[in-house]
């Protein structure tokens, strides 16, 4: 693992805390020391949960056993069925209903600071997981928030500042579904037939210990590993029967971008997105999913034959004319998933070759299936007569410059916020993210450049903290051939709170900013270009 002085970062950040904190509106919540938080008393939680964040070795390969950072969970009060334990080493399923309040007393019993974000869940500030809020080791956060959130799948995962890459890569990060009225009434695929993927790509040393090693070009593309593990287990098969299954597919990988496609070429059939339920279903060749997004698929098994199998696989994608100097190992499992994985010279993203992720064996022969509804969730559509200041444009540049990745030109700073980045709350906002060519050259505008140009031209998963947004517009401004191995892959209906913008790429989504003040989160979810400083605040005041 890479060394980090957390310690210096934290008393630098702690002392800033307290100089600011009556200065700077919304932080006066930061610090309040973990271990003296009590709960609300007019705050009646129907569920509480007790999350540790911990040690742990556990099975993950043959061999011995493997030294993680694990979520532990303990239900305190609320539905048996809130906590779903998965074998391994990520955190436990958490399972809401919308409208319940919820109370959860995260422990941090790790030798370094530590803060959990409930990625996708529209919550106050101080519940949303900002890294101003990271607590010692044997302190403890206090969470109190209402489930409002329609019926979807969500996450939650570390997100302590620069230290977020390494800690979620060790294990800290665990799914969460959220269920409603209108979810139930669809009728769709429950209990044994809703079936959680949670993809991620490890490497591991001989003695099977995760390894994590960042050279220069593992810091620019993001860390890939040579081992998928679905779930946190390798080589992952599923037993099905004869029947409709919903799939609840989580890319948790730290920088790998999947395109995702049944082995024998059967459509994929999406029902829902990051933020919850398509208004139809949506029939696709494959699916992109970036760091950070989720999807939802209707798969049905009827017809096929016992003992015979199908295989969700990540196709090859790219542009390969990209390659340069003849060294390029861009992604594939035979040659490009470890190590540095990139080349001095190597095409910053694609893979070279189909990889597996996970194996559907049919096992069973059975005659009721549920039917897919040719309809599932209304979804009002904002258009820009919807925008509070509908001449106004949030811009989200993203740029590079002395090494560094960059949003609108700066780098994270704990409380720093622009006037561009100031939004009043309760308003709508269209918002451009775009790529900044500024003082790249020519390059980063056709691909085919050397350097850090190269470098930029690559995707990057862009996540905005709060509620989610709708996606209003993609445009590809500067066009590549890597673009057309990816562009039928892209739900652009649903609601979303991560969106992979490629390179050359313009995305406009319309976000509303409700309900909460404070300092709101957006950054590259590429974890290593998160930790690297592509991260900013919105100020909703």
């Known amino acids: 693992m890479t060394n980090i002085n957390y310690k210096r970062r934290q008393f630098i950040q702690y002392a800033a805390t307290s100089t600011l904190a009556a200065a700077i509106p919304g932080s006066s919540f930061a610090r309040t020391q973990g271990s003296n938080m009590t709960p609300n008393p007019s705050f009646k939680a129907d569920v509480e949960i007790a999350l540790n964040a911990q040690t742990a ?284 994985g990139m080349g001095m010279m190597g095409a910053p993203f694609g893979q070279d070759e189909a990889i597996t992720i996970a194996k559907f064996q049919i096992t069973e022969q059975i005659s009721d299936s549920p039917k897919l509804p040719e309809t599932l969730i209304p979804m009002p559509r904002f258009t820009l007569q919807d925008i509070t200041h509908p001449d106004k444009v949030v811009p989200i540049a993203i740029g590079m410059r002395h090494m560094s990745f960059q949003l609108n030109g700066r780098t994270f700073d704990m409380y720093d916020y622009m006037e561009s980045e100031q939004i009043p709350v309760n308003s709508i906002q269209r918002i451009k993210i775009f790529h900044d060519n500024r003082g790249m050259g020519g390059g980063m505008r056709r691909g085919g450049g050397m350097g850090m140009g190269m470098m930029m031209s690559m995707p990057h998963p862009i996540h905005l903290h709060g509620q989610q947004f709708q996606i209003l517009s993609r445009t590809q401004i500067d066009q590549n051939s890597g673009y057309e191995t990816v562009k039928h892959g892209f739900i652009n209906s649903g609601w979303k709170d991560t969106v992979l913008v490629m390179p050359g790429e313009e995305i406009e989504i319309i976000k509303p900013f409700n309900d909460f003040k404070g300092f709101f989160l957006y950054h590259c979810h590429n974890l290593e270009h998160e930790d690297m400083g592509m991260m900013r605040n919105f100020y909703v005041s």
Not at 218 to 232: P, T, Y
Not at 318 to 339: L, P, V
Request: glycine share 12%; proline share 7%; aromatic share 8%.
């Open 57 to 340: 070795d556990v099975a993950i390969l043959p061999g011995p056993l493997t030294h993680v950072l694990k979520y532990t969970g303990k239900l305190l009060k609320g539905p048996a069925s809130t906590l779903r334990e998965l074998p391994g080493y990520l955190g436990p399923i958490i399972n809401f209903e919308q409208g319940q309040k919820v109370r959860i007393y995260f422990s941090n019993q790790l030798p370094e600071p530590c803060i959990t974000h409930w990625h996708g869940m529209h919550v106050p500030q101080p519940m949303d997981g900002h890294p101003m809020y990271a607590i010692h080791r044997d302190e403890q956060y206090l969470y109190e928030f209402e489930v409002t959130n329609p019926a979807g799948t969500n996450w939650y995962h570390s997100h302590t500042h620069e230290l977020t890459a390494p800690q979620v890569y060790q294990g800290l990060a665990g799914l969460i579904t959220v269920s409603d009225e209108n979810e139930r009434k669809l009728g769709l695929p429950s209990g044994e037939f809703d079936v959680p993927l949670i993809i991620q790509d490890r490497s591991f040393s001989s003695n099977n210990q995760l390894r994590y090693i960042l050279g220069m070009h593992q810091r620019m593309r993001g860390f890939h590993g040579d081992v998928i593990l679905v779930n946190g287990q390798k080589d992952y098969t599923i037993p099905v029967k004869t029947r409709a299954y919903r799939l609840r597919i989580l890319n948790g990988s730290n920088a790998r971008i999947y395109k995702l496609a049944w082995s024998d070429g059967t459509p994929i059939t999406a029902i829902g997105t990051d933020g919850g339920l398509l208004e139809k279903p949506q029939n696709l060749p494959y699916v992109m999913l970036a760091p950070a997004e989720r999807v939802e698929l209707w798969v049905d098994f009827s017809g096929r034959k016992p003992g015979s199998d199908i295989t969700l696989q990540s196709l090859a994608f790219g542009d390969s004319s990209s390659h340069m100097g003849g060294g390029g190992m861009r992604g594939g499992m035979r040659r490009g998933m470890g190590g540095d």
